[in-house]
């Protein structure tokens, strides 16, 4: 499946601790994200969104929980008003992920006992959607380290790729991997994008 791909995050020197629970309040669930995104026919996934909404903060992005939906050129229905719980609780979990002390950001993707295809494609969507979001949020790709244009360089390539599935423990092994390469590019990020354009620097 991701076999092919050369990714490898330890070349990223960046600490970093597994997921736990951290926060008190459960988080958004890609299936309660997934129902509200029918309700409101916004015509994207809730792993794409995800990805939208952390590219976006990643990248220094000012826009708050109610006006995000408009920062990120969201198409709904016109009768279909975007100041939804669903969409505030996502915000909420995003930026209090991204800036976990511990490091507890990770990719919005399907329950565990959904098929790993399903996972891999949603990591897919996720990729795709986290770049977006980078580019609406105006940073400039050029005051970046090298590093850090490497990991936006390898996103692009997962969210450009498809993937075959052979063996699902092979499979599922492959997309740990993948994950946590995602979740680890993701923070090297945000903490190079949000620190002042002057102080950033290539991270050793």
């Given at each position: 499946?991701?076999?092919?791909?050369?990714?490898?995050?330890?070349?990223?020197?960046?600490?970093?601790?597994?997921?736990?629970?951290?926060?008190?309040?459960?988080?958004?669930?890609?299936?309660?994200?997934?129902?509200?995104?029918?309700?409101?026919?916004?015509?994207?996934?809730?792993?794409?969104?995800?990805?939208?909404?952390?590219?976006?903060?990643?990248?220094?992005?000012?826009?708050?929980?109610?006006?995000?939906?408009?920062?990120?050129?969201?198409?709904?229905?016109?009768?279909?008003?975007?100041?939804?719980?669903?969409?505030?609780?996502?915000y909420r979990d995003c930026r209090g992920a991204l800036d976990d002390p511990d490091l507890g950001f990770e990719p919005l993707l399907p329950a565990p006992e959904v098929p790993?295809?399903?996972?891999?494609?949603?990591?897919?969507?996720?990729?795709?959607?986290?770049?977006?979001?980078?580019?609406?949020?105006?940073?400039?790709?050029?005051?970046?380290?090298?590093?850090?244009?490497?990991?936006?360089?390898?996103?692009?390539?997962?969210?450009?790729?498809?993937?075959?599935?052979?063996?699902?423990?092979?499979?599922?092994?492959?997309?740990?991997?993948?994950?946590?390469?995602?979740?680890?590019?993701?923070?090297?990020?945000?903490?190079?994008?949000?620190?002042?354009?002057?102080?950033?620097?290539?991270?050793?």
């Amino acid at each position: 499946m991701f076999g092919r791909a050369t990714l490898r995050p330890a070349r990223y020197n960046v600490a970093y601790a597994p997921p736990l629970a951290r926060m008190t309040r459960s988080p958004l669930t890609h299936a309660e994200l997934s129902g509200a995104l029918q309700s409101l026919r916004l015509g994207t996934g809730a792993s794409e969104l995800h990805g939208s909404l952390t590219g976006y903060l990643s990248a220094g992005g000012s826009a708050g929980a109610d006006d995000w939906p408009a920062a990120l050129e969201l198409d709904p229905d016109p009768k279909t008003p975007l100041h939804h719980e669903a969409l505030r609780r996502l915000y909420r979990d995003c930026r209090g992920a991204l800036d976990d002390p511990d490091l507890g950001f990770e990719p919005l993707l399907p329950a565990p006992e959904v098929p790993v295809e399903e996972r891999a494609d949603a990591l897919v969507d996720w990729c795709r959607g986290f770049l977006g979001g980078v580019g609406l949020s105006g940073s400039a790709k050029q005051s970046l380290s090298a590093d850090a244009n490497e990991v936006l360089a390898d996103l692009g390539r997962i969210a450009a790729s498809r993937f075959d599935y052979d063996n699902a423990e092979e499979d599922e092994t492959a997309l740990s991997e993948v994950l946590e390469f995602v979740r680890v590019g993701v923070m090297l990020l945000h903490t190079e994008l949000t620190r002042p354009r002057a102080a950033r620097r290539s991270v050793h």
